[in-house]
Nanobody
Framework: QVQLVESGGGLVQAGGSLRLSCAAS????????MGWFRQAPGKEREFVAR????????YYADPVKGRFTISRDNAKNVMYLQMNSLKPEDTAVYYC???????????????????WGQGTQVTVSS
Protein backbone atom coordinates (compact mmCIF):
# COMPACT_ATOMS: atom_id res chain seq x y z
CA GLN A 1 0.00 0.00 0.00
CA VAL A 2 1.03 3.58 -0.65
CA GLN A 3 -0.50 6.47 1.26
CA LEU A 4 -0.63 9.91 -0.35
CA VAL A 5 -1.35 13.23 1.33
CA GLU A 6 -1.66 16.48 -0.63
CA SER A 7 -1.11 19.96 0.74
CA GLY A 8 -0.54 23.49 -0.49
CA GLY A 9 -3.91 24.35 -1.99
CA GLY A 10 -5.65 27.64 -1.35
CA LEU A 11 -7.14 30.80 -2.79
CA VAL A 12 -5.04 32.87 -5.18
CA GLN A 13 -5.68 35.67 -7.64
CA ALA A 14 -5.34 35.13 -11.36
CA GLY A 15 -1.71 35.36 -12.39
CA GLY A 16 -0.51 34.13 -9.03
CA SER A 17 1.34 30.96 -8.05
CA LEU A 18 0.90 28.00 -5.75
CA ARG A 19 3.00 24.93 -5.04
CA LEU A 20 1.25 21.71 -4.23
CA SER A 21 2.99 18.90 -2.37
CA CYS A 22 2.18 15.20 -2.22
CA ALA A 23 3.80 13.23 0.56
CA ALA A 24 4.04 9.50 -0.06
CA SER A 25 4.48 6.80 2.56
CA UNK A 26 4.31 3.04 2.70
CA UNK A 27 5.61 0.87 -0.13
CA UNK A 28 6.90 3.76 -2.20
CA UNK A 29 9.68 1.60 -3.68
CA UNK A 30 6.99 -0.14 -5.71
CA UNK A 31 5.96 3.10 -7.41
CA UNK A 32 6.61 3.44 -11.14
CA UNK A 33 5.11 6.88 -11.72
CA MET A 34 3.17 9.59 -9.95
CA GLY A 35 0.77 12.09 -11.33
CA TRP A 36 -1.47 15.04 -10.63
CA PHE A 37 -5.10 15.16 -11.65
CA ARG A 38 -7.78 17.76 -11.07
CA GLN A 39 -11.54 17.81 -10.89
CA ALA A 40 -13.66 20.91 -11.29
CA PRO A 41 -17.32 20.99 -10.16
CA GLY A 42 -19.52 19.09 -12.56
CA LYS A 43 -16.59 17.78 -14.57
CA GLU A 44 -14.66 14.55 -14.76
CA ARG A 45 -11.27 14.16 -13.14
CA GLU A 46 -8.63 15.07 -15.70
CA PHE A 47 -4.91 14.49 -16.13
CA VAL A 48 -2.59 17.40 -15.32
CA ALA A 49 0.96 16.06 -15.21
CA ARG A 50 3.00 12.97 -14.38
CA UNK A 51 6.58 11.96 -13.65
CA UNK A 52 8.50 8.71 -13.42
CA UNK A 53 9.37 8.11 -9.79
CA UNK A 54 12.91 7.04 -10.70
CA UNK A 55 13.46 10.25 -12.61
CA UNK A 56 13.38 11.43 -16.17
CA UNK A 57 10.23 11.69 -18.22
CA UNK A 58 7.60 14.27 -17.42
CA TYR A 59 4.34 14.85 -19.25
CA TYR A 60 1.81 17.66 -19.11
CA ALA A 61 -1.70 18.30 -20.27
CA ASP A 62 -1.87 20.96 -22.96
CA PRO A 63 -3.76 23.54 -20.82
CA VAL A 64 -0.95 23.65 -18.25
CA LYS A 65 2.15 23.33 -20.44
CA GLY A 66 4.57 26.17 -19.82
CA ARG A 67 2.81 27.17 -16.58
CA PHE A 68 3.01 24.09 -14.34
CA THR A 69 6.09 22.09 -13.38
CA ILE A 70 6.03 18.64 -11.81
CA SER A 71 8.98 17.39 -9.79
CA ARG A 72 9.80 14.90 -7.10
CA ASP A 73 12.25 14.45 -4.25
CA ASN A 74 12.87 10.73 -3.83
CA ALA A 75 14.86 11.20 -0.65
CA LYS A 76 11.86 12.86 0.99
CA ASN A 77 9.21 10.83 -0.86
CA VAL A 78 7.51 14.02 -1.95
CA MET A 79 6.13 15.11 -5.31
CA TYR A 80 5.46 18.73 -6.17
CA LEU A 81 3.40 20.71 -8.62
CA GLN A 82 4.55 24.29 -9.10
CA MET A 83 1.71 26.25 -10.64
CA ASN A 84 2.43 29.67 -12.12
CA SER A 85 0.32 32.15 -14.08
CA LEU A 86 -2.81 30.62 -12.62
CA LYS A 87 -6.11 31.17 -14.36
CA PRO A 88 -9.69 30.93 -13.04
CA GLU A 89 -10.15 27.80 -15.16
CA ASP A 90 -7.46 26.11 -13.06
CA THR A 91 -9.90 26.10 -10.14
CA ALA A 92 -10.44 22.51 -9.06
CA VAL A 93 -9.66 19.91 -6.45
CA TYR A 94 -6.18 18.61 -7.20
CA TYR A 95 -5.33 14.98 -6.52
CA CYS A 96 -2.03 13.17 -6.53
CA UNK A 97 -1.86 9.55 -7.59
CA UNK A 98 0.65 6.73 -7.74
CA UNK A 99 0.99 3.98 -10.32
CA UNK A 100 2.70 0.64 -9.67
CA UNK A 101 3.32 -0.25 -13.30
CA UNK A 102 4.12 1.25 -16.66
CA UNK A 103 0.74 1.10 -18.37
CA UNK A 104 1.70 3.35 -21.23
CA UNK A 105 -1.09 5.62 -22.39
CA UNK A 106 -3.24 4.62 -19.42
CA UNK A 107 -0.97 6.79 -17.28
CA UNK A 108 -2.74 9.77 -18.84
CA UNK A 109 -5.99 8.52 -17.33
CA UNK A 110 -7.27 7.80 -13.85
CA UNK A 111 -7.43 4.09 -14.61
CA UNK A 112 -3.64 3.87 -14.76
CA UNK A 113 -3.20 4.70 -11.08
CA UNK A 114 -3.51 2.50 -8.03
CA UNK A 115 -3.41 4.94 -5.13
CA TRP A 116 -4.95 8.37 -4.60
CA GLY A 117 -4.72 11.19 -2.12
CA GLN A 118 -7.71 12.95 -0.61
CA GLY A 119 -7.31 16.08 -2.74
CA THR A 120 -6.57 19.73 -2.07
CA GLN A 121 -8.71 22.65 -3.24
CA VAL A 122 -7.22 25.28 -5.53
CA THR A 123 -9.35 28.35 -6.18
CA VAL A 124 -8.23 31.07 -8.60
CA SER A 125 -10.17 34.30 -8.47
CA SER A 126 -10.47 36.64 -11.45
Amino acid sequence: QVQLVESGGGLVQAGGSLRLSCAASGRTFSTYAMGWFRQAPGKEREFVARVRWSGGSTYYADPVKGRFTISRDNAKNVMYLQMNSLKPEDTAVYYCAAARADLGMLLFATTGYDYWGQGTQVTVSS
